[in-house]
T-cell receptor
Framework: AQKITQTQPGMFVQEKEAVTLDCTYD???????LFWYKQPSSGEMIFLIY??????QNATEGRYSLNFQKARKSANLVISASQLGDSAMYFC??????????????FGAGTRLAVHP | AAGVIQSPRHLIKEKRETATLKCYPI?????VYWYQQGPGQDPQFLIS???????DKGSIPDRFSAQQFSDYHSELNMSSLELGDSALYFC???????????????????FGPGTRLTVT
C-alpha cells in the first residue's frame, strides 16, 4: 500500500528565508510520481512541482525545488526566498504510473506554513 | 489555457436531501478523479473514470454514485446526505495516455476549484 508521511503539522519562516517541508513515502510500485500541492485558505489545490521516480535530477520550478532522495524515500520541498503569499497548507502526494485511470493521488496530512514579515 | 470546471462552487443542503456535483475536465484529458476533503483533512480519493468507464474506486459511500458522459464531463450524485458529507469536493483531470507528440509528460492531475458542500 502507498503511504505519504508529513511529520510537520506547522512550520513558520521569516520572509525572504528558505524553508524545507518534509515528506517521506512508502510504495511497492516500481514507477511512481511525487507531487507537491499548495492549498491557500481559499481552498483551491495549486500544483507546485513533480518528481518522477526515474528522474535523475531533482525537479525545480522557480522558487520551488524538490530534494528527492530515493534510497531514503523522501521528497522534501524547498521554498527559497519565502514570500507572505506562500502562507498556506502544503500537501505532498504520490501516485503510481499505470495505464488507465488507476493513478489516484495519495496525500499526506499536510504542513501549514506561515510566513512572517 | 482551459482549466477544470466544477459546478456549483458552493452548495447548501439539508440532511437526507440529494446533491449533484458536476465536473468538466480539460479538453483532451481522458481521466477524471473525484476527491473529498473534510475540514482540516487531506483529500481522499473517491472514484475515477478513464475513457468514460469507471476505472478505480476508493472510499466512496454506497449513497454516492458517479458517471462520466459521452462529452467526458462527470457528475457525482449524492443521496441521503449526512452532516459528515460536508466537505470540499474536488474533481481532477489528467491525460493518462499521451500521444507521442505531446510535450514531456508530468502525470499531473489538474484540480478544479472544488465544490464546497455544506449539509445542515
Amino acid at each position: 500500500a502507498q503511504k505519504i508521511t508529513q511529520t510537520q503539522p506547522g512550520m513558520f519562516v521569516q520572509e525572504k528565508e528558505a524553508v524545507t517541508l518534509d515528506c517521506t513515502y512508502d510504495t511497492s510500485d516500481p514507477s511512481y510520481g511525487l507531487f507537491w500541492y499548495k492549498q491557500p485558505s481559499s481552498g483551491e489545490m495549486i500544483f507546485l512541482i513533480y518528481q518522477g521516480s526515474y528522474d535523475q535530477q531533482n525537479a525545480t520550478e522557480g522558487r520551488y525545488s524538490l530534494n528527492f532522495q530515493k534510497a531514503r524515500k523522501s521528497a522534501n520541498l524547498v521554498i527559497s526566498a519565502s514570500q507572505l503569499g506562500d502562507s498556506a497548507m502544503y500537501f505532498c502526494a504520490m501516485r503510481g504510473i499505470f495505464s488507465g485511470g488507476y493513478n489516484k493521488l495519495i496525500f499526506g496530512a499536510g504542513t501549514r506554513l506561515a510566513v512572517h514579515p | 489555457a482551459a482549466g477544470v470546471i466544477q459546478s456549483p462552487r458552493h452548495l447548501i443542503k439539508e440532511k437526507r436531501e440529494t446533491a449533484t456535483l458536476k465536473c468538466y475536465p480539460i479538453p483532451r484529458h481522458d481521466t477524471v478523479y473525484w476527491y473529498q476533503q473534510g475540514p482540516g483533512q487531506d483529500p481522499q480519493f473517491l472514484i475515477s473514470f478513464y475513457e468514460k468507464m469507471q476505472s478505480d474506486k476508493g472510499s466512496i459511500p454506497d449513497r454516492f454514485s458517479a458517471q462520466q458522459f459521452s462529452d467526458y464531463h462527470s457528475e457525482l450524485n449524492m443521496s441521503s446526505l449526512e452532516l459528515g458529507d460536508s466537505a470540499l469536493y474536488f474533481c481532477a483531470s489528467s491525460l493518462e495516455a499521451p500521444e507521442s507528440g505531446d510535450r514531456p509528460y508530468s502525470y499531473e492531475q489538474y484540480f478544479g476549484p472544488g465544490t464546497r458542500l455544506t449539509v445542515t
